[in-house]
């Protein structure tokens, strides 16, 4: 009988109480189970084979046999929802806790990691929220980067020191000082429909990207894209671009269909890369090993990510990107750059991100801060006074203090600014990030004990880009981040010349400015010395005080056993496509 089955006949037995010793006769038991005295001796077996209960029966006229039941009737259906979630059958186990979301919840935590189905590598996750359409060339916050990366192919790829790798080309070359950029794709390239990825539809993806306003200051200088030969794509370009190989590294230019750059709503996409979506829904995200791709196969044939509410993200096996880490001590805390065996036997991982959570002193806002008063809130919100603040709010997560935009930079240290005059009100703006919401309150709280009335209005991340386009940010404070991709070179370069944020705040003057700047690096400068060229760019900021620096967030990643030497992204998130079992 199927243990199904047996649950429906444990579940008149549970009313007789749990863990206690219960004096019954095989009688009384059919009469309770609704069925004959033979067949209540089976179930009685079964269910002792499994170790639900325990029944010691008694022979003779007036003997009473004992029943002690094991499991309550939730434990139980817990143990066999477990089950299924572990074989694939969601739907199954979700029936079982007769749809209760909260213990399904619970459940997909208690079960993440690998597993092996039918010969089948899967990997189980849960996150806090659901992804949005996973398509390159809208806007997309840092875990739905990540998850480009698993979708889609790049022309070619950047690593840390900004040096190029190759993927769906295998061979490029930069010509005529730096005017023209030539690659040569794979032969028999596919997308994950079967279509081909051939120099014609490098061609017009690109005519089509460079139609789009957030890709037209990137492009403004291409001057055309053209395919002599059917694996051959050659870009021009107006003035000289040295680092055009790391811009094309970029997940804003991962290769999709043209067909795909459109405003659809629908969450199934065609991507060129390690996995291809098979299902995208509000509470789960599924991916599939990509047969065809261009190098070697994944390890993990399956990934499932649930959407589980942040409150239900507790003791769980695999963590990405959450805070609660700080000075933990059982945490393996590294840079980007580090390369130590020993970190591939720890259970748990982190890195510092590259990339830093900072205030912006929004210059076009109508209640825009004089220099004496920046200079004394640059003092008030220095990293320390805001991490204890964090502390006293008890929302302390994992971060390092940050005295420059990224980690790798030499800090910036400024002198005590004497006390300024402020004005009796100041509006915070921030985007939908626990961290980033948790400095903007921290913040808040700082200007109340100063005697200033402050108001944090939340948005979305897409909404505060579209108020910055559209001269609709009106904020005295911007709480906001500024995170890399693993083309940090490239990403460090783009995230400077193309965050409208950012260029809002800082005033037209200064955007002036830093758009010639990095333009004459772009003309001048070969990819791999990107960081040592914008990091005087970025330090200005701060000296300037357009930028105060708080953190930089840790990211962890926590397994205990349940995947096999996996690394810790640049995002965050696990290597999923190198996790493998012995089993």
Request: proline share 5%; with cysteine; net charge neutral.
């Given at each position: 009988m199927s243990d199904l089955n047996l649950l429906r006949y444990y579940a008149r037995l549970e009313p007789l109480g749990v863990g206690e010793d219960i004096k019954t006769a095989l009688p009384d038991i059919a009469e309770r189970l609704f069925t004959s005295h033979r067949h209540a001796r089976n179930l009685l077996n079964q269910m002792q084979q499994l170790e639900w209960l325990s029944w010691t029966p008694k022979v003779g006229r007036h003997q009473r046999s004992t029943l002690v039941l094991n499991l309550t009737l939730t434990d139980l259906k817990s143990q066999l929802a477990s089950k299924r979630i572990r074989q694939g059958q969601y739907e199954q186990a979700l029936s079982i806790l007769d749809d209760d979301q909260k213990a399904f919840g619970r459940l997909l935590q208690s079960t993440s990691g690998a597993t092996i189905r039918?010969?089948?590598?899967?990997?189980?996750?849960?996150?806090?929220?659901?992804?949005?359409?996973?398509?390159?060339?809208?806007?997309?916050?840092?875990?739905e980067r990540y998850l480009l990366r698993q979708i889609y192919c790049c022309l070619v790829s950047s690593d840390l020191e900004g040096h190029l790798k190759p993927q769906l080309a295998h061979h490029w070359q930069c010509e005529k000082n730096g005017h023209q950029w030539t690659f040569y794709l794979r032969p028999a390239l596919t997308f994950h429909n079967g279509a081909a990825i051939d120099a014609d539809s490098i061609v017009s993806l690109f005519a089509k990207l460079s139609t789009l306003p957030n890709y037209r200051d990137e492009l403004a200088h291409l001057e055309s894209v053209t395919s002599p030969q059917p694996n051959k794509v050659i870009f021009e370009f107006s003035k000289p671009d040295l680092g055009f190989g790391g811009l094309v590294s970029g997940v804003k230019y991962a290769i999709q269909p043209t067909s795909q750059v459109n405003n659809a709503n629908h969450y199934g996409v065609i991507g060129s890369g390690p996995f291809e979506v098979r299902e995208h829904r509000e509470d789960r995200l599924c991916l599939q090993a990509f047969e065809r791709y261009y190098g070697c196969r994944a390890l993990t044939d399956q990934v499932t990510i649930w959407k589980l509410d942040e409150k239900e993200l507790t003791n769980r096996q695999i963590q990405t990107n959450q805070p609660g880490v700080q000075?933990?001590?059982?945490?393996?805390?590294?840079?980007?750059?580090?390369?130590?065996?020993?970190?591939?036997?720890?259970?748990?991982?982190s890195r510092l991100e590259d990339g830093c959570m900072l205030v912006l002193f929004n210059q076009s806002s109508p209640s825009a801060l004089d220099d004496n008063q920046k200079r004394y809130l640059s003092c008030i919100f220095n990293p320390q006074r805001v991490y204890d603040q964090l502390k006293l709010n008890q929302t302390?997560?994992?971060?390092?203090?940050?005295?420059?935009?990224?980690?790798?930079?030499?800090?910036?240290?400024?002198?005590?600014?004497?006390?300024?005059?402020?004005?009796?009100?100041?509006?915070?703006?921030?985007?939908?990030?626990?961290?980033?919401?948790?400095?903007?309150?921290?913040?808040?709280?700082?200007?109340?004990?100063?005697?200033?009335?402050?108001?944090?209005?939340?948005?979305?991340?897409?909404?505060?880009?579209?108020?910055s386009q559209t001269d609709q940010l009106t904020e005295t404070l911007v709480v906001t981040n500024i995170n890399l991709d693993d083309n940090r070179h490239s990403s460090t370069f783009y995230n400077l010349y193309t965050n409208p944020v950012l260029h809002t705040c800082i005033g037209h003057k200064a955007k002036q400015w830093l758009i010639h700047s990095l333009e004459q690096i772009r003309e001048t400068t070969p990819l791999e010395r990107y960081l040592d060229a914008i990091e005087p760019i970025a330090s200005t900021f701060i000296h300037q005080y357009w930028v105060t620096p708080l953190f930089h967030h840790r990211q962890t990643l926590r397994f205990h056993g349940v995947l096999k030497n996996v690394e810790l992204t640049n995002w965050g998130w696990p290597d999923i496509k190198n996790v493998w079992s012995t089993d």
């Amino acid at each position: 009988m199927s243990d199904l089955n047996l649950l429906r006949y444990y579940a008149r037995l549970e009313p007789l109480g749990v863990g206690e010793d219960i004096k019954t006769a095989l009688p009384d038991i059919a009469e309770r189970l609704f069925t004959s005295h033979r067949h209540a001796r089976n179930l009685l077996n079964q269910m002792q084979q499994l170790e639900w209960l325990s029944w010691t029966p008694k022979v003779g006229r007036h003997q009473r046999s004992t029943l002690v039941l094991n499991l309550t009737l939730t434990d139980l259906k817990s143990q066999l929802a477990s089950k299924r979630i572990r074989q694939g059958q969601y739907e199954q186990a979700l029936s079982i806790l007769d749809d209760d979301q909260k213990a399904f919840g619970r459940l997909l935590q208690s079960t993440s990691g690998a597993t092996i189905r039918e010969g089948l590598l899967h990997i189980q996750l849960t996150y806090k929220r659901s992804f949005e359409r996973i398509v390159p060339h809208q806007l997309q916050r840092s875990s739905e980067r990540y998850l480009l990366r698993q979708i889609y192919c790049c022309l070619v790829s950047s690593d840390l020191e900004g040096h190029l790798k190759p993927q769906l080309a295998h061979h490029w070359q930069c010509e005529k000082n730096g005017h023209q950029w030539t690659f040569y794709l794979r032969p028999a390239l596919t997308f994950h429909n079967g279509a081909a990825i051939d120099a014609d539809s490098i061609v017009s993806l690109f005519a089509k990207l460079s139609t789009l306003p957030n890709y037209r200051d990137e492009l403004a200088h291409l001057e055309s894209v053209t395919s002599p030969q059917p694996n051959k794509v050659i870009f021009e370009f107006s003035k000289p671009d040295l680092g055009f190989g790391g811009l094309v590294s970029g997940v804003k230019y991962a290769i999709q269909p043209t067909s795909q750059v459109n405003n659809a709503n629908h969450y199934g996409v065609i991507g060129s890369g390690p996995f291809e979506v098979r299902e995208h829904r509000e509470d789960r995200l599924c991916l599939q090993a990509f047969e065809r791709y261009y190098g070697c196969r994944a390890l993990t044939d399956q990934v499932t990510i649930w959407k589980l509410d942040e409150k239900e993200l507790t003791n769980r096996q695999i963590q990405t990107n959450q805070p609660g880490v700080q000075d933990n001590n059982e945490c393996e805390y590294h840079l980007s750059h580090t390369d130590d065996a020993q970190l591939h036997n720890n259970s748990h991982k982190s890195r510092l991100e590259d990339g830093c959570m900072l205030v912006l002193f929004n210059q076009s806002s109508p209640s825009a801060l004089d220099d004496n008063q920046k200079r004394y809130l640059s003092c008030i919100f220095n990293p320390q006074r805001v991490y204890d603040q964090l502390k006293l709010n008890q929302t302390l997560f994992g971060c390092s203090k940050a005295y420059n935009i990224l980690p790798a930079w030499p800090p910036v240290l400024r002198p005590q600014e004497p006390e300024a005059d402020l004005p009796p009100h100041i509006d915070i703006a921030v985007y939908d990030y626990r961290a980033l919401i948790d400095c903007a309150l921290a913040i808040k709280s700082i200007l109340n004990k100063l005697g200033i009335e402050a108001k944090v209005s939340t948005y979305s991340y897409r909404k505060l880009y579209e108020m910055s386009q559209t001269d609709q940010l009106t904020e005295t404070l911007v709480v906001t981040n500024i995170n890399l991709d693993d083309n940090r070179h490239s990403s460090t370069f783009y995230n400077l010349y193309t965050n409208p944020v950012l260029h809002t705040c800082i005033g037209h003057k200064a955007k002036q400015w830093l758009i010639h700047s990095l333009e004459q690096i772009r003309e001048t400068t070969p990819l791999e010395r990107y960081l040592d060229a914008i990091e005087p760019i970025a330090s200005t900021f701060i000296h300037q005080y357009w930028v105060t620096p708080l953190f930089h967030h840790r990211q962890t990643l926590r397994f205990h056993g349940v995947l096999k030497n996996v690394e810790l992204t640049n995002w965050g998130w696990p290597d999923i496509k190198n996790v493998w079992s012995t089993d």
